[in-house]
T-cell receptor
Framework: AQSVTQPDIHITVSEGASLELRCNYS??????LFWYVQSPGQGLQLLLK??????LVQGIKGFEAEFKRSQSSFNLRKPSVHWSDAAEYFC???????????FGQGTRLTINP | DGGITQSPKYLFRKEGQNVTLSCEQN?????MYWYRQDPGQGLRLIYY???????QKGDIAEGYSVSREKKESFPLTVTSAQKNPTAFYLC????????????FGNGTRLTVT
């Protein structure tokens, strides 16, 4: 079965520090990959997506992610986090012809001042 | 602006009562989805619909029902058969094109006592 793993349940970083959130998936075909962000009590907002082409994709709020086929990974990065980045982050994967996305369990990000 | 509207934001019910959560979208999306979110459990798919008058069970459909009489609307009924209905419910929609991302509403928090 298809699955998405976000190994880190909770990450704490200092404001201004760099950030990397990990996401791994299991499936043989080329996936469609997404990162979403959720503030408390809100819906999910799309940060970025990968379909094909350049494996480094840029998103909103200064985030980027890199697709590495050999590692089945799609890690999210930001060079310098801001206090407003504190939220929960979800990785999601879709596949050709699939009607549903598969979501990871989420990573909660806390920012230290 | 186009988007997904979930109402109400907060909903309180007594145990044993059915309750219906509203989801309306004006994005002209064919597919609509309902997710349940509990702390530490990520998103779990309840029901989804690809076209009007058709819908499929997701991973946790027991105790829930849906209808899709109009393209714009996908209401979710939480029945008295749902053993643990207190949760945060998210509605989403997308185009039925491979790789299309989900767009989410802002959620309804249901509390059953």
């Amino acid at each position: 079965a298809q699955s998405v793993t976000q190994p880190d349940i909770h990450i704490t970083v200092s404001e201004g520090a760099s950030l990397e959130l990990r996401c791994n998936y299991s499936y043989g075909a080329t996936p469609y990959l997404f990162w979403y962000v959720q503030s408390p009590g809100q819906g999910l907002q799309l940060l970025l997506k990968y379909f094909s082409g350049d494996t480094l994709v840029q998103g909103i709020k200064g985030f980027e992610a890199e697709f590495k086929r050999s590692q089945s990974s799609f890690n999210l990065r930001k060079p310098s986090v801001h206090w407003s980045d504190a939220a929960e982050y979800f990785c999601a994967v879709g596949f050709q012809g699939a009607q549903k996305l598969v979501f990871g369990q989420g990573t909660r990000l806390t920012i230290n001042p | 602006d186009g988007g997904i509207t979930q109402s109400p934001k907060y909903l309180f019910r007594k145990e044993g009562q059915n309750v219906t959560l509203s989801c309306e979208q004006n994005l002209n999306h064919d597919a609509m989805y309902w997710y349940r979110q509990d702390p530490g459990q990520g998103l779990r798919l309840i029901y989804y619909s690809q076209i009007v008058n058709d819908f499929q069970k997701g991973d946790i459909a027991e105790g829930y029902s849906v209808s899709r009489e109009k393209k714009e609307s996908f209401p979710l009924t939480v029945t008295s058969a749902q053993k643990n209905p207190t949760a945060f419910y998210l509605c989403a929609s997308r185009l039925t094109i491979s790789g299309s991302p989900l767009h989410f509403g802002n959620g309804t928090r249901l509390t059953v006592t």
